[in-house]
């Protein structure tokens, strides 16, 4: 990208989703729930068939990439069959006349897509790639910027930096502060310290934005190139990295997408291959209204597959939930919102025999897997027992060996074999847990026999409205 790059992002409408956050009102910011993720909008020449295909097909990449924090989505073969489809994922587009830029009179044409985010959603999990909620992490940048043989705190009034980075943070979905640099910033942090890699004194500046990550370092040009010496930290995290590029908005570009790819190996979620179920006990669950809106939460998150209200008893609710990925995933969601804080335990404890006759019928379920399971690697072993036998001139499979046990008849045998396992493999697809056994050695048999008849975890909360 070059300056006429840059002048076409100037020309970009932002969205209505503030993903650059630079209002005097943040010092309450923390992780956030970000719109219109299934969303885009371009700068287009005309409203013809062949322009609104072509812009559906890069906004779908578009808001693929931004769900899942990386473009390994791009490469799934369904991903190639989904793009070729483009319009069943398309829930609506329209055209409109607006401004070029938020300086400008000047009206240009522009397409908004929205995409239907439950077909995106799965597409996403059937290909086995991570996903990312809209709730997401915010990241403060005190970045140092060298120009002229000046250096200054990049801030808002860095415009065409600023603009930048509103526009790529938008690209890839996630929430960006810059500093307001206003007498209390500038009196806790200076160039010098963002210059010379102080961390600690960014990390204690950045406690006003309540900033889930911060990124710091220096932006300076040499030669004919842009480079970038930054480091990450978030928590007890801390990766150092380099950029370079020709141009400062390839810069800023590879800057947003590595910030993105840190932050999405925290908090994206994998979907795992065995089922995992929670029971939620929630109180102060005062009404319809609030167990419609504990539902509405609890199905948006991430990490969830599936919600189900099991009992309600007074102000308390029993809720089963099912996961895609590891509790913690969920717990991670919950605190951004902090809509719901976990209680050691209920004061009472309403849902006892509830909760002991979903742990019964669970075990009892999962007894019967592991029953059908021990059949199934029985049966394998007694087949390769018989193939073993082949090459001693007994009779395996029902195939006849001849008399000198030929290699060809002895060949025969084991692609019959092989292809009786494959029917044993098919009888126990979508059973996981019989699956997994028949590879297993021993040790980790009996390790999956504990993990299967653990109790289920039963997590306590009190509901905020």
Known sequence: MNYLGLKMIKMYKKFTLAILLLLSGLFTAHAVEVDNLYQVKYLVSDQSQTTRWNMAVQGLKEVLVRKTGGEAILAVEGTENAISKVTTYLQKYQYKQEPMSPDSNRKALFLQLDFEPRLIDDLIKSSGIPIWGNNRPVTIMWLAIEEDFKRSIVSDSHKDISQLMSFNATRRGIPVVLPLMDIEDSSAVTVTDVWGKFDQVMIDGSKRYAADAVVTGRLFKQYASWHAQLSYINGDVKVTFDLEAEYIDDLIIQLIDQLTGFLCDKYCVAEIGETNKVIFQLTDVNNFKEMVSVKSYLSKLTSVRQVEIKKISGINLMVEVTLLGD???????????????????????????????????????????LDDARKKLAEAKKIQGEALNVDSGETGIGIEQNANNSAESITEAAINVTEQASVIGDEVQGKPEAAAILAETPEAMQARIEALHKKIMIISYRWIE
Not at 345 to 365: C, M, N, T, Y
């Open 327 to 369: 509790i913690e995933s969920v717990k991670t969601g919950i605190r951004f919102d902090e809509r719901m804080v976990e209680l050691d335990s209920l004061p009472a404890d309403p849902f006892r025999e509830e909760i002991e006759e979903i742990r019964k019928q669970e075990q009892d379920a999962l007894s019967a897997a």
